[in-house]
């Protein structure tokens, strides 16, 4: 196996110490900084293992799959502990997941024809924000302001996924026409 396999597994081990730090005491700041500190290493784990896979050509059919159900269920997992620390309302969740959803979905018919559909810049940037929304809501500092910093980013990241989806749609409707 190789390293960035090996950091897509260790991201996925890292999911439930996260979700053990963010739910056993939420209201504890301590248990809310190494949550904090186990997603933002969780998530510069899947910055690094795509560029390494890239850069020395260790692309695996294997980090094709694993890789996005890893941030998946890393981001699936933190925005779903936020609504139980009553940070983020289910609807913005179910959103942000039914985006997913769609897309993984499409992603699939693709494949099923034989097309590849890359991630747009529109995707990655909803990717960055969601992440920074995470971070600084789990984070939850007691500093005036800091509750609304995660308030904005979290309209961005929502508005980031509405637009990433209308666009994957948009480029890519073709997909879903019958191919016989």
Same mark, same amino acid.
Request: glycine share 4%.
């Given at each position: 196996?190789?390293?960035?396999?090996?950091?897509?597994?260790?991201?996925? +081990?890292?999911?439930?110490?996260?979700?053990?730090?963010?739910?056993? #005491?939420? #209201?504890?700041?301590?248990?809310?900084?190494?949550?904090?500190?186990?997603?933002?290493?969780? %998530?510069?784990? #899947?910055?690094?293992?795509?560029?390494? /896979?890239?850069?020395?050509?260790?692309?695996? *059919?294997? =980090?094709?799959?694993?890789?996005?159900?890893?941030?998946?269920?890393?981001?699936?997992? /933190?925005?779903?502990?936020?609504?139980?620390?009553?940070?983020?309302? /289910?609807?913005?969740?179910?959103? &942000?997941? %039914?985006?997913?959803?769609?897309?993984?979905?499409?992603?699939?018919?693709?494949?099923? *024809?034989?097309?590849?559909?890359? /991630? %747009?810049?529109?995707?990655?940037?909803?990717?960055?924000?969601?992440?920074?929304?995470? &971070?600084?809501?789990?984070?939850?500092?007691?500093?005036? =302001?800091?509750?609304?910093?995660?308030?904005?980013?979290?309209? +961005?990241?929502?508005?980031?996924?509405? +637009?990433?989806?209308?666009?994957?749609?948009?480029?890519?409707? #073709?997909?879903?026409?019958?191919?016989?």
């Amino acid at each position: 196996m190789n390293l960035p396999n090996k950091l897509t597994i260790l991201r996925v +081990i890292l999911i439930p110490f996260f979700v053990l730090f963010m739910l056993l #005491d939420p #209201d504890r700041q301590s248990y809310r900084y190494i949550a904090d500190l186990i997603f933002i290493a969780a %998530s510069l784990t #899947d910055m690094l293992d795509g560029k390494i /896979a890239r850069k020395y050509d260790l692309v695996t *059919n294997f =980090g094709k799959f694993m890789d996005p159900l890893a941030d998946k269920l890393l981001v699936c997992a /933190a925005l779903i502990c936020l609504i139980e620390t009553r940070q983020l309302p /289910a609807w913005v969740v179910i959103i &942000i997941i %039914s985006r997913e959803f769609i897309i993984s979905g499409f992603r699939l018919i693709a494949a099923d *024809n034989g097309i590849v559909i890359a /991630a %747009s810049y529109w995707g990655k940037f909803k990717t960055v924000f969601q992440m920074l929304m995470i &971070i600084v809501m789990v984070a939850n500092l007691p500093i005036a =302001g800091f509750a609304l910093l995660g308030q904005i980013l979290m309209w +961005i990241a929502l508005a980031l996924t509405v +637009i990433s989806l209308l666009d994957y749609i948009v480029k890519n409707k #073709d997909v879903l026409k019958d191919q016989k």
